[in-house]
């Protein structure tokens, strides 16, 4: 069995007010709270505007649920309205960060430099980058879905170093299986998952790839979970609409029950 601890992290998209996000914070705290925590590591990444209150109920009842945001700026501070910044995650304690989401990538026009710049930015500040990647239905179809993610793999990695990048989470997430109840089969996670690994050694040594955890993201329930994180190379979830159910999340944090 792999050394590497799962990390089952929820991404609440544009879902959620800070006091919903309370409720759903004790849920899952009740709900885990016999749950063997050095096994399985559970985030939640909700929206800027709840991130004070998840910080203030997880620090005040000292759970053991992380938590982190689904964006960062590429810069500390200055004039860039809308933006947060890596100080300001750090300083509520953020523990991760995704980066380079598809909906990013699409919507807001993101690019591997950019993500390369906001990858650097969270490490600079303390918080763990969780770096989006993957592939669209034309790649998929075509046959390219590995050189293509090894290649956005490439970009957002360019002159980190070994000692930032083996703390690094990867997220694969085939775009045709975000939101659309589409799963990628365990084959087709692993073929992929498999092959960042691969690459994480080219550019950094067994030794340092063997430690990076990559999640699988796209259409996980607690149905297909089991299956995915049976793969010798994922080592995690990344959830979104499951995750807004909590009694759903809990059940696709404890596959192994
Ligand atoms: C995501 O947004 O990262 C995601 C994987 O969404 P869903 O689980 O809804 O496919």
Redesign the pocket.
Same mark, same amino acid.
């Given at each position: 069995m792999s050394a590497r601890t799962p990390l089952m992290a929820g991404?609440w998209?544009m879902n959620l007010n800070h006091l919903e996000a309370i409720a759903h914070v004790q849920k899952l705290a009740f709900a885990l709270a016999d749950k063997d925590f050095e096994s399985v590591e559970v985030a939640v990444l909700p929206p800027f505007t709840d991130l004070r209150s998840v910080q203030t109920l997880v620090d005040g009842d000292k759970l053991k649920i992380k938590y982190g945001a689904q964006d960062i700026s590429a810069h500390d501070s200055g004039a860039y309205t809308g933006e947060i910044s890596g100080p300001m995650l750090a300083k509520l304690n953020c523990s991760y960060v =995704?980066i380079g989401?598809?909906?990013r990538r699409q919507y807001h026009g993101e690019t591997d430099e950019l993500c390369n710049a906001k990858v650097k930015a969270a490490f600079k500040h303390g918080v763990t980058p969780i770096l989006?990647v993957g592939e669209g239905l034309d790649v998929r179809k075509a046959g390219n879905q590995v050189a293509y993610t090894l290649a956005q793999l490439d970009g957002a990695l360019k002159d980190v170093p070994a000692e930032q990048a083996g703390t690094i989470v990867i997220?694969y997430?085939p775009v045709w =299986?975000?939101?659309?109840g589409e799963v990628a089969t365990p084959e087709d996670a692993q073929e992929v998952c498999g092959a960042i690994r691969g690459r994480l050694a080219e550019l950094y040594g067994q030794e340092v790839a063997d430690k990076i955890r990559i999640q699988y993201?796209?259409?996980?329930k607690s149905g297909n979970v089991a299956a995915i994180m049976a793969q010798p190379d994922v080592d995690g979830a990344?959830?979104?609409?499951?995750?807004l159910d909590a009694e759903e999340f809990v059940k696709i944090v404890r596959f192994r029950d």
């Open positions: 991404n998209k =995704a989401h598809s909906e989006c997220a997430e =299986a975000i939101g659309t993201g796209g259409s996980v990344l959830v979104g609409g499951a995750a």
